[in-house]
Nanobody, 118 residues
Framework: VQLQACGGGLVQAGGSLRLSCAAS????????MGWFRQAPGREREFVAA????????YYADSMKGRFTISRDNRKNTVYLQMNSLGPEDTAIYYC????????????WGRGTKVTVSS
């Protein structure tokens, strides 16, 4: 299983970025796909998740209204659209996959760095 995240970069406060996570190695119809982030000196935190089959979405409270998670079945890719970014959103963002019924995320990709300047 490979999860390849990309789309990070440097953006000014108030700007937007869209992260992508290309998934390969198996069918993900029985998975949740999630985004997490880890800021310098802080623990990793949950950002958002989507159930691949059906498309149900879940967000951390602080991301609701600003971030949108979506998926493209044909491309086997999950996206995280991030709007109204602030310096507090600076972090390395990771995508991960969790099998339905599992109590943890089973596969992780390498992160993509997002830096928001004030």
């Amino acid at each position: 299983v490979q999860l390849q995240a990309c789309g990070g970069g440097l953006v000014q406060a108030g700007g937007s970025l869209r992260l992508s996570c290309a998934a390969s190695g198996r069918a993900f119809s029985s998975y949740y796909m999630g985004w997490f982030r880890q800021a310098p000196g802080r623990e990793r935190e949950f950002v958002a998740a989507i159930r691949w089959s059906g498309g149900s979405t879940y967000y951390a409270d602080s991301m609701k209204g600003r971030f949108t998670i979506s998926r493209d079945n044909r491309k086997n890719t999950v996206y995280l659209q991030m709007n109204s970014l602030g310096p507090e959103d600076t972090a390395i963002y990771y995508c991960a996959a969790q099998r339905l019924g599992s109590n943890e995320y089973n596969f992780w990709g390498r992160g993509t760095k997002v830096t928001v300047s004030s």
